[in-house]
């Protein structure tokens, strides 16, 4: 299979897309000529033109409510968000309107509909690096993916693009220039279904986006030392695939959970609670949580380098949960 980044990934699975369905266009701002913040959809706008890939005003409850009436007219709109970050001036549309007209209109509405934002950081300052996914997955009638390889992040997206529920797509900042091996040909990867990326015995680790390449370099640290850990990826966080996380667990008899977010009600506490409740009879020990500092994260870079999960800390918590 050949090697791709995460970036093209994601821009072959909206080109076959394009190709495969007339009815798939783009819009959000400057996803045309210069191909979006991070240059996802470059080139997209040469090949399909203006009415497909369409540039939009800087105005994101705008570009919501639009994807929106696209999409409960037929068409399969993906609107991109600059960062996940702005999502909060279109929270009317996403919250009340695309998350639940298929609910309001007895299912006879429809809302085929993708929103891809970044979420991340990288000296982007306070209000610029915040991660939002629990906010999205708290909600009922939402589908919220967050692929951490560039094979994921294509599969999903194609699923997500036939879907006729709307699904809040989001990608890491600093995946972007990942690469990965990524299949030729057509697939896709169902929705709402974790994986294992990693084998392992002594511990469970359950994580999803950039906190998955953080736990499997843990994971081969601590493999040196005679310690296996199994790496559960969760990819999509509504649906939420508890699934191989329970069977790991029963095998391991120990779960800690990486997140970037902040703790405090986030995702994290939600799969602790589902592993406490319904396997508890296998534990050996609470489960474990790790995530960013509880702060608003810094612009300066040395202090930022100090607000989330690394290598490190995730090895040592899984020695401290194993002493």
């Known amino acids: 299979m050949p090697l791709i980044t995460y970036r093209d990934a ?12 007339d009815r798939v266009l783009i819009l959000g701002e400057e996803v045309g000529v210069w191909g ?16 497909r890939v369409i540039d939009t005003p800087i105005a994101e409850a705008a570009i919501i409510g639009a994807a929106i009436g696209a999409a ?88 997500a693009i036939r879907s006729e529920n709307p699904v809040m797509f989001i990608e890491h900042a600093r995946l972007y220039g990942l690469k990965g091996e990524v299949p030729e040909g057509e697939y896709t990867l169902p929705l709402g279904v974790s994986d294992i990326k990693r084998g392992g015995r002594d511990v469970t680790i359950v994580t999803y986006s950039r906190m998955l390449h953080v ?41 800690l959970v990486v997140e970037e977010d902040w703790t405090t009600c986030g995702m994290g506490a939600e799969i602790a609670a589902r592993i406490g409740r319904d396997r508890f009879d296998h534990l050996d020990a609470p489960v474990e949580r790790l995530g ?14 100090l607000m989330f999960p690394d290598e490190r800390m995730v090895a040592d918590r899984v020695r401290k949960m194993l002493s």
């Open 36 to 51: 979006g913040t991070y240059a996802v959809t470059r080139n997209l706008h040469e090949e399909f033109g203006g009415k």
């Open 215 to 255: 736990a499997l370099g843990a994971a081969e640290e601590l493999a040196k030392e005679g310690i296996e850990c199994e790496v559960v990826d969760l990819r999509t966080l509504r649906p939420l695939d508890m699934g191989p996380a329970y069977e790991s667990v029963k095998k391991t008899h120990r779960a």
């Open 72 to 159: 409960m007219g037929g068409l399969r709109p993906v609107a991109e968000l600059m960062t996940i970050n702005f999502s909060l001036e279109a929270m009317d549309q996403i919250v009340n309107n695309a998350a639940k007209i298929h609910y309001m209109f007895g299912g006879q509405i429809k809302v085929p509909l993708v929103i891809r934002t970044p979420a991340g950081w990288g000296q982007l300052g306070a209000t610029h690096s915040q991660s939002f996914e629990a906010w999205f997955a708290h909600l009922p009638g939402l589908i919220v993916a967050m692929p951490g390889t560039p094979r994921d992040a294509k599969g999903l997206l194609k699923t």
């Open 10 to 21: 994601i821009r072959d699975a909206l080109r076959e897309e394009m190709i495969r369905d």
């Open 292 to 305: 960013q500092v509880e702060v608003p994260v810094p612009y300066a870079k040395n202090l930022e380098a």
